[in-house]
């Protein structure tokens, strides 16, 4: 009817990513279609990071980067730099590999990007395979929101507004947005609330077997 509202959930978290078309008519919330990638999230753009450090250390120390302590440093390391670079346009970064050796590099937000690319690219394939499922094109998209930390990355936010033609609603805080959901579910759910309905569809495919065989 006039009163449907389309709207698409990018969700990027830390570990897994997925994209939800929902209608949205009077209170019933109805998922026509998802679609996503349950090995790409922010963990995967930190990678970016670790490996390119990983192979300069290599290059210019003749070390690799062994130590479960050094890794997990470095791991920590460049989700900070991930992060700075979402407000700050470089980061800096420094690692003690003892003896007296030391390495510092500036990242730059640029740089960062280029590493990601093609993660995020993979994420907006997924939009358009989950548009293509719901049988609609960006253009009937009333609104995006976005979803998970990893949704804050300022590229991320760029692709999805260009593919979508529109601007991401980001009033929601990202972190928050899946356990407000949650809760409003175990409202309706407690028979709390009366005046809202969620229709899913599940990513996995499901069987009836007979007893028997």
């Known amino acids: 009817g006039q009163k449907d509202r389309k709207i698409a959930v990018y969700d990027l978290g830390g570990g897994t990513f997925d994209v939800s078309i929902l209608r949205l008519s009077g209170d019933v919330f109805e998922v026509i279609s998802t679609h996503g990638d349950t090995h790409l999230g922010g963990d995967d753009f930190d990678r970016q990071i670790v490996v ?14 062994d130590s479960p302590a050094t890794k997990q440093a470095l791991r920590l390391f460049a989700e900070e730099v991930k992060v700075r670079l979402s407000t700050d346009q470089s980061a800096n970064l420094e690692l003690d590999l003892g003896s007296g050796r030391v390495y510092r590099r500036t990242v730059t937000r640029a740089e960062f990007e280029a590493l990601i690319e093609p993660l995020v690219a993979r994420t907006i394939d997924s939009c358009r395979q989950a548009l293509a499922d719901a049988r609609c094109s960006p253009a009937d998209i009333q609104q995006v929101v976005l ?43 407690a028979g709390q609330r009366r005046d809202g309905l969620l229709l899913d569809v599940t990513p996995l495919s499901l069987g009836i077997e007979t007893m028997g065989g």
């Open 147 to 189: 979803v998970g930390g990893s949704s804050r990355i300022p590229l991320v936010r760029q692709r999805v507004e260009s593919h979508f033609n529109r601007k991401p609603y980001t009033a929601l805080n990202p972190d928050e947005v899946v356990a407000l959901g949650a809760a409003v579910q175990a409202q309706i759910l």
């Open 52 to 65: 390119l450090v990983q192979r300069e250390v290599a290059d210019k120390f003749g070390i690799d980067i």
